[in-house]
T-cell receptor
């Protein structure tokens, strides 16, 4: 069945360092992936997305990498700031159903 | 443009009571979904809709009903609340994912069933 999982439940980094959050997915038919950030008490907030016909996409301070061979997705945050502290979720979608499946989430802690 | 609006923000129910969680969006989005989030877990899809009049089940549909009579509204109904339905519920909407930056989420409804 479909499953999306993250390798580490908690990631602790020093302010200013780069962060890498990983995600594994199992549905090879998934064609669209999204990273969300969720701060305490709030709904998930879109960060960046990538389609399966791409292997890299960059935003402001964030980069998503997609390796379809090993079904792996990563989110890189450059120069991590205290405001980046949150739970990060990857999500995958297959086909045209609008059905988005989320992984468990990784908590990012930024140390000053 | 209010985005995705969920009401109420907090609710306490007794076991066996029924209620409807409201969700409305003013972005003319085709897709709408309901998720639940339990402590330390990701979001699990309850029901979703790809347009008015069309709904389908997600990962955890049991105990919940939905309808989509208009593009704007996607209410979630609990017919007989159970303690296992204590959770935070999020509604989300999106254009067809061929044109969008992904789902926009509401701020959530925190439901406690005692």
């Amino acid at each position: 069945g479909e499953s999306v999982g993250l390798h580490l439940p908690t990631l602790s980094v020093q302010e200013g360092d780069n962060s890498i959050i990983n995600c594994a997915y199992s549905n090879s038919a998934s064609d669209y992936f999204i990273w969300y950030k969720q701060e305490s008490g709030k709904g998930p907030q879109f960060i960046i997305d990538i389609r399966s016909n791409m292997d890299k996409r960059q935003g402001q301070r964030v980069t998503v990498l997609l390796n379809k061979t090993v079904k792996h997705l990563s989110l890189q945050i450059a120069a991590t700031q205290p405001g980046d502290s949150a739970v990060y979720f990857c999500a995958e979608k297959g086909g045209n159903t609008g059905k988005l499946i989320f992984g468990q989430g990784t908590t990012l802690q930024v140390k000053p | 443009n209010a985005g995705v609006t969920q009401t109420p923000k907090f609710q306490v129910l007794k076991t066996g009571q029924s209620m409807t969680l409201q969700c409305a969006q003013d972005m003319n989005h085709e897709y709408m979904s309901w998720y639940r989030q339990d402590p330390g877990m990701g979001l699990r899809l309850i029901h979703y809709s790809v347009g008015a009049g069309i709904t389908d089940q997600g990962e955890v549909p049991n105990g919940y009903n939905v309808s989509r009579s208009t593009t704007e509204d996607f209410p979630l109904r609990l017919l007989s609340a159970a303690p296992s339905q204590t959770s935070v519920y999020f509604c989300a909407s999106s254009y067809s994912l061929g044109k969008t930056l992904g789902y926009t989420f509401g701020s959530g409804t925190r439901l406690t069933v005692v």
